[in-house]
C-alpha cells in the first residue's frame, strides 16, 4: 500500500514563509513526476507546482517567483518552499504523485490527505 505523508502546514502572517514537506512510503518500483495542489474554499483544486524526475518544474502563474519545489528521489520526498505568502495562498494543500508499483504496471496516481496552510494576520 502507498501512502503520501504530508507535513509543515500550519499559520503565518502575510510575508511569511512556510516549508511543505511529503514523503512516499510502501511498496512501489519508482516514483515519477511529484506536486502539489491546493483547494481553496470554494474553488476547485488548482496545480501549484510539479518536478519530474528529472527535476523540470511547472509553476501556476500565481506562485512564481515565490515558491520554489523540489524533490529527493532517495527520500522518495518533495518539498514545497513557499516565500512571501499571500492571504490568497490560504488553501488546503494536496500533495501529488504518480508511480508504477511494478515495473510492468502502468502509472497510477495518488493523493495525500492534505494539510491546511492559513495566510493571515
Known amino acids: 500500500q502507498v501512502q503520501l505523508v504530508e507535513s509543515g502546514g500550519g499559520l503565518v502572517q502575510p510575508g511569511g514563509s512556510l516549508r511543505l514537506s511529503c514523503a512516499a512510503s510502501g511498496s512501489f518500483f519508482r516514483i515519477y513526476t511529484m506536486g502539489w495542489f491546493r483547494q481553496a474554499p470554494g474553488k476547485q483544486r488548482e496545480l501549484v507546482a510539479n518536478?519530474?524526475?528529472?527535476?523540470?518544474?511547472t509553476y501556476a502563474d500565481s506562485v512564481k517567483g515565490r515558491f520554489t519545489i523540489s524533490r529527493d528521489n532517495a527520500k522518495n520526498t518533495v518539498y514545497l518552499q513557499m516565500n512571501s505568502l499571500k492571504p490568497e495562498d490560504t488553501a488546503v494543500y494536496y500533495c501529488n504523485t504518480n508511480l508504477k508499483r511494478l515495473w510492468y504496471e502502468m502509472k497510477l496516481e495518488y493523493w495525500g490527505q492534505g494539510t491546511q496552510v492559513t495566510v493571515s494576520s
Open positions: 518536478i519530474t524526475r528529472d527535476e523540470n518544474t
